[in-house]
T-cell receptor
Framework: GQQVMQIPQYQHVQEGEDFTTYCNSS?????IQWYKQRPGGHPVFLIQ?????EVKKQKRLTFQFGEAKKNSSLHITATQTTDVGTYFC????????FGTGTRLKVLA | DAGVIQSPRHEVTEMGQEVTLRCKPI?????LFWYRQTMMRGLELLIY????????DSGMPEDRFSAKMPNASFSTLKIQPSEPRDSAVYFC?????????????????FGPGTRLTVL
């Protein structure tokens, strides 16, 4: 079946450093969504990407959809302690398949 | 809007007991999802409903698990009998799906989850 892999699995950064997580699918996607889950919380929708090569920004977060629509990335510039959590991508097919997640820890 | 409501928030039970998890989706949403999250397996889709009808239950682990959606404002996930390996956080999510194709474009709104511990 379709798989969605994310790398890295874990990332520890110093506050102020940049962070990137990558999402890779075995098949072409119609769209991809990103969610953030704070420790002890539930996944919260961040953004959806639909078009090939699409780039969207939310303040310090930059989301990109690959040209072949099989991969995506989330980049955070100058991380803050509020960025701590697990970031999931979700591949849109007839149902959503969540990636394995990247757990981000920000050291003050 | 109150968001997706789940109950109970925490459940501790003994192996062999029946467990029922409850979910009230956001009013007006036509899709409902049940997920299970563990450290080992991540976030797994168990089953989802469109307009109260189960569409895909391929993620339901085994016959011990069953889910119902008797109306648009209520769903249950039942485990009978429960086993220690069922210990996890169970999330319910709802969305408003408007796509006319087979490809989903909806945003899922997750409830706070039920943390289940089976001793």
């Amino acid at each position: 079946g379709q798989q969605v892999m994310q790398i890295p699995q874990y990332q520890h950064v110093q506050e102020g450093e940049d962070f990137t997580t990558y999402c890779n699918s075995s098949t072409t996607l119609s769209n991809i969504q990103w969610y953030k889950q704070r420790p002890g919380g539930h996944p919260v929708f961040l953004i959806q990407l639909v078009k090939s090569g699409e780039v969207k920004k939310q303040k310090r977060l930059t989301f990109q959809f690959g040209e072949a629509k099989k991969n995506s990335s989330l980049h955070i510039t100058a991380t803050q302690t509020t960025d701590v959590g697990t970031y999931f991508c979700a591949a849109g097919t007839y149902k959503y398949i969540f990636g394995t997640g990247t757990r981000l820890k920000v050291l003050a | 809007d109150a968001g997706v409501i789940q109950s109970p928030r925490h459940e501790v039970t003994e192996m062999g007991q029946e467990v029922t998890l409850r979910c009230k989706p956001i009013s007006g949403h036509n899709s409902l999802f049940w997920y299970r999250q563990t450290m080992m397996r991540g976030l797994e889709l168990l089953i989802y409903f469109n307009n109260n009808v189960p569409i895909d239950d391929s993620g339901m682990p085994e016959d011990r698990f069953s889910a119902k959606m008797p109306n648009a404002s209520f769903s249950t996930l039942k485990i009978q009998p429960s086993e220690p390996r069922d210990s996890a956080v169970y999330f319910c999510a709802s969305s408003s799906e408007t796509s006319t194709t087979r490809e989903r474009t909806d945003t899922q709104y997750f409830g706070p989850g039920t943390r289940l511990t089976v001793l």
